[in-house]
């Protein structure tokens, strides 16, 4: 499968966005590659012609801002479409108008965009359905299907019994088909309260399944809605909306979440009663969750209004927004998704399969560059004074295509702090008194001496070079057992650098013992005072790098300004799912 998809493959002459209309229609059992089970499920569809093509959706909600969950039901869905050279509707279900926002919709589409699922012109909202829901609440009535219910939302829960006993008729029930069409449409002409109506499907109080216990279709709510305005008093239950809106696009394969799998009897019952032409049909998978991290919208949604986090963009989300302005890139999450897997079986993906993806995406895309995030000066009292020269390093040794890049040397350098120790302990490999060490790209030091200051922090280190030890100079001279990175004090950036760690304290668990989330303290570090290369200086905000020992890092776009970027770590380089060959510390 080509990722990201060149232009979606769309379909100007149809208007429609046909995914990978370029190749040719596929029923995809001859392929040799793997199937998931619903790919199995389609497969099956597909021979026994139940369905001639493969259409599906992603039908968000706009309560509030996509999360990595999302992302794997986009990218399955659209993935699918893109496989059997079928079509991908982007849908905003909308039928709940106290929710809503216009801001929601503006992020979903672009981070739907921006995973590279093209939904070309397929991009519809539910509420444009109003009236065909309508219609079909009519024809259920004249059916004899649905009727309109005076009991308050109360008394239909009581009625509705549980599963140890079966549910009661409501005493509504059987009032004459006409005698409903009138109070439906007196419901819709705003004759009742909120509450004081309901339209109910007529199934079965007796079902083992309540979900078919004559459920609310349709509800009175005095409410304006962001795309209908005023027009309507009564809104659709998701129940009802959600195969209409299905069916009216033509979807096949209606995919969902586990929590529906109750629900599906219900799916059926309304397109089949509808009477849809050629119905679609539903197929519930695991939703992804991520161990020690929050992932519900609702959840999400309470760490923004009570300001635990700065906005659904916060770096230390996992919404899209989050991921993008951390830095994962829509590669990165695809390949997430493919290897956290499609199931049926609800489990739980490690965060560390998500830094090794992004790891593994920017490891010879992105250039190597130089950062002292805790600087501490060295100086090279046997360099020259007042001397500097220019050095050429390469920017990433897996790649060459990615150049080289001069950079400016003295014997004046910043060097991090946790790269001296005075008293180090055995295996410690950098720079102590009487050590020699690499400077990366540059030439062996050893240090000399060191000042601190009162309270014993260390303010200078000393250190002599050896001129004949330039790298690329050919030396074969000594070895040295540790190499560190430098910048020079003169030319290099001052830059603001955040770091991150999960939101949740790891260690202790998710929650704390009264059932509130237990909050990792550390989560942000910012550092002010860290030094970068000086090209970084005009880095573009969203532009990644690899800062060598530290990490890859990529400029905030929110909060970095022309010459002024902020640097945002996406990941360290230190991997507990699988060390990057030859980026140990
Ligand atoms: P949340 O559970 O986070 O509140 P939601 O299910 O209410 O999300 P919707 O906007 O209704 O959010 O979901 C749109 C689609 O995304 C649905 O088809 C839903 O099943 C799917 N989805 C939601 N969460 C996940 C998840 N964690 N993994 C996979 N798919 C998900
Ligand atoms: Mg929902």
């Not at 259920?140 to 309109?148: D, E, M, P, Q, T």
Request: charged share 35%; with cysteine.
């Amino acid at each position: 499968m080509s990722w990201p998809p060149c232009c979606g493959g769309r379909d100007h002459e149809s208007g429609g966005a046909k995914v990978a209309d370029t190749e040719e229609k596929r029923p995809a059992e001859s392929a040799a590659e793997s199937r998931n089970f619903i790919e199995q499920e389609i497969d099956r569809d597909l021979r026994e012609g139940r369905y001639h093509e493969v259409k599906t959706r992603f039908p968000p909600e706009p309560n509030g801002y996509l999360h990595i969950g999302h992302a794997k039901s986009i990218l399955l869905n659209y993935g699918i479409a893109e496989k059997y050279g079928g079509s991908f509707n982007l849908r905003f279900d909308d039928t709940n108008p106290t929710k809503e926002k216009t801001e929601f919709v503006d992020s979903i589409r672009r981070d739907v965009e921006w995973l590279g699922a093209d939904f070309g012109d397929r991009l519809f909202f539910a509420s444009d359905y109003f009236d065909i829901m309508y219609e079909k609440a009519l024809l259920l009535i004249r059916k004899g299907k649905a009727f309109v219910d005076e009991l308050s939302a109360e008394e239909i829960r009581e009625y509705r019994g549980d599963l140890h006993h079966p549910g009661r008729e409501s005493p509504f029930r059987d009032r004459p088909a006409e005698e409903s069409l009138r109070l439906f449409e007196a419901m819709r002409d705003g004759s009742f309260r909120d509450g004081e109506r309901t339209l109910r499907a007529k199934i079965d109080m007796a079902s083992s399944n309540i979900n078919m216990r004559d459920p609310v279709l349709y509800r009175v709510a005095h409410k304006s809605h962001h795309n209908t305005g005023d027009k309507w008093c009564i809104y659709p239950m998701y129940d009802f909306a959600h195969p209409i809106e299905d069916a009216v696009e033509g979807i096949t394969h209606s995919l969902c979440t586990l929590e529906f799998e109750d629900h599906r009897p219900l799916y059926d019952w309304v397109v089949r009663e509808c009477e849809f032409a050629e119905p679609p049909r539903q197929i519930e998978f695991a939703k992804l969750y991520l161990t020690n991290v929050v992932t519900g919208k609702r959840y999400i949604k309470k760490l923004v209004e009570d300001g635990v986090v700065d906005g659904w963009d916060d770096p230390r989300l996992v919404t899209i927004a989050a991921l993008r302005r951390r830095g994962y890139t829509p590669e990165s999450l695809k390949r997430f998704i493919e290897l956290s897997g499609i199931s049926k079986a609800n489990s739980s993906c490690d965060f560390s399969l998500l830094e090794y993806c992004i790891r593994e995406d920017l490891k010879e895309k992105r250039p190597r560059l130089m950062a002292v995030l805790d600087p501490v000066k060295l100086v090279i009292d046997n360099y020259p004074k007042g001397q500097s020269e220019l050095l050429t390093i390469p920017n990433n040794l897996e790649n060459e295509a990615l150049g080289s890049r001069e950079l400016s040397f003295s014997g004046e350098l910043w060097i991090e702090r946790e790269d001296f120790m005075i008293e180090p302990p055995k295996k410690y490999k950098r720079l102590y008194p009487g050590n020699e060490v690499r400077l990366m790209g540059a030439y062996f030091v050893r240090c000399t001496g060191y000042e601190t200051d009162a309270s014993g922090k260390v303010t200078l280190i000393h250190a002599s070079y050896d001129p004949k030890t330039k790298s690329g100079s050919g030396f074969e001279g000594r070895k040295v057992k540790g190499t560190i990175h430098w910048l020079d004090a003169k030319s290099a950036e001052r830059a603001e650098v955040r770091l991150y760690e999960q939101l949740i304290d790891e260690e202790k668990g998710k929650l704390n013992e009264d059932g509130s989330l237990n909050f990792n303290r550390n989560s942000l570090t910012v550092l002010k005072d860290s030094y970068v290369e000086p090209a970084l200086k005009r880095a573009k905000p969203s532009e990644s790098f690899q800062f060598v020992r530290n990490g890859y890092f990529c400029v905030d776009c929110r909060d970095s300004s022309e010459g002024n970027p902020v640097f945002n770590r996406i990941v360290s380089l230190k991997s507990s799912f699988r060390l990057p060959k030859g980026e140990e510390r």
